[in-house]
């Protein structure tokens, strides 16, 4: 375990190093950040001028290799371009928000998905199972907006129960989260149906059954144990998906987190709190894929990940 641990650690810090790199490159062949913050009306010396005043005026690799020297030694992702705040700083502020979305999110998925997706299996083709089939395929072919921006108008204007936008209470959250979570529970339902349909035809089930166990704890105690390695470490391998997802949900319900930012800081070209954003995102998505291969070892030890 200790080996195949520290052999994931150097692969990540390769993964992020690629990511921020080709990051870097896009960003700059985007656009020109000199264009995007100076007013159109802004003359050529004074282009030249505010270039050099940023390091602007460098080659691009020049320029990468100085923001790898500074990250790697100190930890400095450079300073905002519009607000003059360090970028790891502004990035801080908006990180408590984007792990409460996403968190309630997972929770709010998973606490529907297991349940319904045991029911399904149990019951397999009956009107619950194809109903269940039915609304997992309809929430995939959902788009993320449209489901956000129809949650708008039903409860926030409409019957004007839930706030539509901001993050001063619970309230709050109800509606971007069951956006996010509404995005999750689909895949994660059927990942819970289709193992529960492999593990209850294995021997040991019949065993437990036999045995006169109780069909309630044969289920969770029993099958959905095993069942579950695949939900826990597709969890993980979503993260990356999530943290995209939430780019859009906090952009529809002006939720502060990172993703917002990320938007703000793109159209703005304030491309050092997007290189920010971006690794964070990167490392996230790495760490979280560590970890769902662990606690899959730690569910059923026959897995061998050295």
Not at 69 to 79: A, M, N, P, Q
Request: proline residues 5%.
């Amino acid at each position: 375990m200790k080996t195949y641990i520290l052999k994931r650690m150097f692969q990540a810090v390769g993964v992020c190093l690629a990511i921020s790199m080709i990051s870097f490159l896009l960003l700059f062949l985007n656009a020109d950040p000199a264009l995007l913050l100076l007013p159109p009306e802004a003359e050529i010396e004074d282009i030249a001028v505010f270039k050099k005043a940023m390091g602007l005026d460098r080659p691009v690799m020049v320029q990468y290799l100085d923001f790898l020297r500074k990250v790697v030694l100190h930890g400095d992702f450079g300073e905002s371009f519009v607000s003059k705040v360090p970028a790891l700083e502004l990035m801080a502020e908006r990180i408590p928000a984007t792990l409460k979305l996403t968190l309630t999110a997972v929770l709010l998925a998973n606490l529907f998905a297991v349940p319904i997706g045991i029911i399904a299996a149990v019951r397999r083709y009956s009107v619950i199972d194809n109903l269940a089939t039915f609304l997992a395929l309809m929430g995939q072919a959902m788009p993320l907006y449209w489901l956000g921006i129809m949650l708008i108008i039903i409860f926030g204007v409409w019957l004007g129960w839930l706030p539509i936008s901001g993050s001063d209470s619970l309230a709050h959250l109800l509606l971007p989260s069951i956006t996010l979570g509404a995005w999750l529970l689909p895949v994660n339902m059927r990942l819970v149906r289709s193992g529960m349909l492999d593990v209850l035809t294995q021997d040991y089930i019949r065993t437990a059954r036999a045995k006169g166990l109780g069909e309630g704890w044969v289920l969770i105690k029993h099958a959905l144990k095993n069942a579950a390695i695949p939900l826990v470490t597709v969890t993980g391998m979503q993260l990356s998906l999530l943290l995209g997802g939430a780019v859009v949900t906090e952009t529809v319900f002006a939720w502060p987190g990172l993703g917002r930012l990320a938007v703000e800081s793109i159209r703005m070209g304030d491309y050092p709190v997007v290189q920010a954003i971006v690794v964070f995102f990167a490392g996230c998505v790495v760490v979280g894929n560590l970890l769902a291969d662990i606690a899959a070892a730690a569910i059923d030890p026959r897995i061998r990940l050295d």
